[in-house]
DNA sequence: AAAGTTTATCGTAATATTGCAATATAAATA
DNA sequence: TATTTATATTGCAATATTACGATAAACTTT
């Protein structure tokens, strides 16, 4: 089908497994990263920076953006992209969740 | 196209990627918090536990171990999943590099 | 105003993902 | 050995994702 049963879940599972799509592809991952890098909001040169043509790295920056892992105002005719951390903090805890979990694991049969 | 141009990205960042994308499903979600809280490898009633028919559990649980972030064993006419720590491990330097970036974080325009 | 620059959107093709019914496989048990 | 139980695989339909060319939109510069 190809359509996820978001409505059998919880909202919190649902909010994270966006996260964490979005997140899930290297050009994004890329992205993130150069935003990271150059720590700057003059970010226009993001396209030269990927492998990729324009079109399609304005859909990654669009889809970073609706999960809320990145935020951005329009600059005169560039656009000011930087990390937004509040989208990252709600992954946090999940990932802590799991630190907390490996740490005080007590079976071992796999 | 639906294709991911792995080509052009580094190794860490395709690696990345698959673990962020297998995350990336409520189902999966699920199926993660559900075997942190048995902490037990008897763990046959997965199915049970989700809202999805067994073929579609036994396909997410495929996806997670191929990504790394559970591992199984054949006990008998069970399978015992549990949760594979490495495989977070990989994703948890990439928190802590974007943790520390918005803490040193200079720009602020956005 | 015209031309240039930069980013967004539209349309489309190719591939991937999700979900399930049907079936297969494999071990446990009667 | 036949039946039951539990998980995996196959095959398929519906939807989503990825990528890009063409074009639009919006601001800058000449």
Known sequence: MGITKTDHFTGKQNELAVLAKAIGHP???????????????????????????????????????NAGLIKGNIEGNAICYCINEEGFEKIKSFFQQIDNYTKNKKNDCC
Chains 1, 2 share one sequence.
């Open 27 to 65: 050009a994004r991952i890329a992205i993130l990263e150069y935003l990271m890098k150059v720590d700057t909001c003059i970010c226009g040169d993001i396209v030269n920076e990927m492998p990729l043509a324009q079109p399609t790295v304005s859909q990654h920056l669009k889809e970073l953006k």
